[in-house]
C-alpha cells in the first residue's frame, strides 16, 4: 500500500520557520520525483517545490514565491522529503501536500500526472 504522509505543520508568526516532512512507504522512492504542493482557502492548488529522482538528474525547482525562501531536500535512505521554510509570511497559510510522480518522474510544479498524494498538513502563519 501506498503512503505519503505529511507532517511539521503548524502555526508560526511571520518571519519564523518550519521544516514540513513527508515520510513515504509503498513504491521505490528513489525513482520518484517529490513535488510539495500547497492549497490556501478558496485558492487552487499551487505547487511549490519539486526534487527529481536519481534517475532523471536529481533537479530541483521552485515557484517564483517561495524561491530564495523555501529549501527542499531528500532523503532517500528514509523514503523522505522535507521542505525547510524560512521568513514565512501570511500568504504562505495553506496546506501543504507532498506529491510523487513516476516512476522516473523528472519533476514538475503542476498537479497533473503526479501519481500518489499524501492528505496535507495544516500550515498557518500569523502576522
Known amino acids: 500500500e501506498v503512503q505519503l504522509v505529511e507532517s511539521g505543520g503548524g502555526l508560526v508568526q511571520a518571519g519564523g520557520s518550519l521544516r514540513l516532512s513527508c515520510e513515504t512507504s509503498g513504491f521505490t522512492f528513489d525513482d520518484y520525483a517529490m513535488t510539495w504542493f500547497r492549497q490556501a482557502p478558496g485558492k487552487e492548488r499551487e505547487g511549490v517545490s519539486y526534487?527529481?529522482?536519481?534517475?532523471?538528474?536529481?533537479?530541483?525547482d521552485y515557484s517564483t514565491s517561495v524561491k530564495g525562501r523555501f529549501t527542499i531536500s531528500r532523503d532517500n535512505a528514509k523514503n523522505t522529503v522535507y521542505l525547510q521554510m524560512d521568513d514565512l509570511k501570511p500568504d504562505d497559510t495553506a496546506v501543504y501536500y507532498c506529491?510523487?510522480?513516476?516512476?522516473?518522474?523528472?519533476?514538475?510544479?503542476?498537479?497533473?500526472?503526479?501519481?500518489?498524494w499524501g492528505k496535507g498538513t495544516l500550515v498557518i502563519v500569523s502576522s
Open positions: 506529491a510523487a510522480e513516476g516512476p522516473y518522474g523528472l519533476g514538475s510544479l503542476r498537479p497533473e500526472g503526479m501519481n500518489y
Open positions: 526534487f527529481s529522482g536519481s534517475g532523471s538528474g536529481n533537479n530541483i
